[in-house]
Structure formats: structure tokens, C-alpha cells
């Protein structure tokens, strides 16, 4: 019984912090700036990727990390911009959408990013679609991707 007790304890601490986050969310206009920034380049990278515009590295810190499934990491622009250039040598994908659902953080220097992604072949059709968190470092330039990790919905 105490461990029933315990665990309804946590899902409603939980839930309480998630209902704040958002109520932070909502009422603060600089997260707002921020997070229609971030929808801005997400766009721009849809653009781009379609276009095989190898340019989509400069979304990327320089010492930005793709974390992507069944693979090992992708350290730094040297090795996203090969991934990118074999990814579209390849043909097979020809765009990846992205949808923002919340931010997280202050705005200061990070903000973590979360929402569900799309990947189409070169017709338009739905290759794959799952969820995403982007941790976005604020640089000179503006936000930039820092960690991108993704997962499918689908099992392999």
C-alpha cells in the first residue's frame, strides 16, 4: 500500500511541474520569441534538406551531436555535413518536418526543444514519423541545433 501511495505521490508531483512548466511557458513572451525562432529554422532546415543543401550544417553548432538511433553518435559539422552529403547522395529521403510542441528552459543560453518529426521519400510520401528533443545552444549568430536526438514510432 505504501508503495501505491508513493507512486500516485510522484505522478501527481509530476503532472503538477509539467501544468507549471507550461502555465511559464504560456505567460512569458521571451519563450514565446524563442520558440517561433525555433519553428523559423526548423522550416528553413525542411527547406534546405528538400533542396539537398549540404548549407543545413549551419543550423548545427560546431560542436553540435546528432544522436540518432541504431547508430553512433555524429560528432561536429565535419562529420554531420558527410552525413548529410551521403544522406542525400542516397535519394532516398527527400524532406524531414519537424513540429514543435514545447520549449524548455530560460532562454539564457539552452533551450530544450520537443516535438514529433515526418520523413518523406522523394514523391511525398511518409517514409517514417516519431518524436524528437532538440537542445539549442544560443550562439552569436542565433539558436543553434547543439544535440539533436530522435526516435521512430514504428518498431524496425
Known amino acids: 500500500m505504501k508503495q501505491k501511495t508513493l507512486t500516485a505521490a510522484i505522478i501527481c508531483l509530476c503532472l503538477f511541474l509539467t501544468y507549471k512548466s507550461g502555465i511559464a511557458q504560456a505567460n512569458n513572451p521571451g519563450l514565446q520569441q524563442i520558440k517561433s525562432s ?3 529554422i526548423n522550416t528553413l532546415y525542411y ?3 528538400a533542396k539537398s543543401d549540404a548549407s543545413i550544417i549551419n543550423l548545427y553548432t560546431d560542436d553540435a ?3 540518432a538511433p541504431n547508430m553512433l553518435p555524429v560528432n561536429g559539422k565535419k562529420a554531420l555535413k558527410k552525413d548529410f552529403e551521403d544522406t542525400f547522395v542516397a535519394g532516398k ?3 524531414v518536418k519537424f513540429q514543435t510542441g514545447n520549449i524548455y ?3 539564457k543560453a539552452y533551450i530544450t526543444e520537443e516535438g514529433t518529426w515526418q520523413v518523406f521519400d522523394p514523391n511525398g510520401k511518409v517514409l517514417d514519423d516519431g518524436k524528437y528533443l532538440k537542445l539549442w545552444k544560443l550562439t552569436k549568430a542565433g539558436w543553434k541545433i547543439f544535440r539533436d536526438s530522435f526516435n521512430s514510432n514504428h518498431k524496425i
Open 47 to 49: 527547406e534546405l534538406f
Open 38 to 40: 525555433i519553428q523559423k
Open 93 to 95: 529521403v527527400k524532406g
Open 65 to 67: 551531436i546528432l544522436l
Open 105 to 107: 528552459g530560460d532562454g
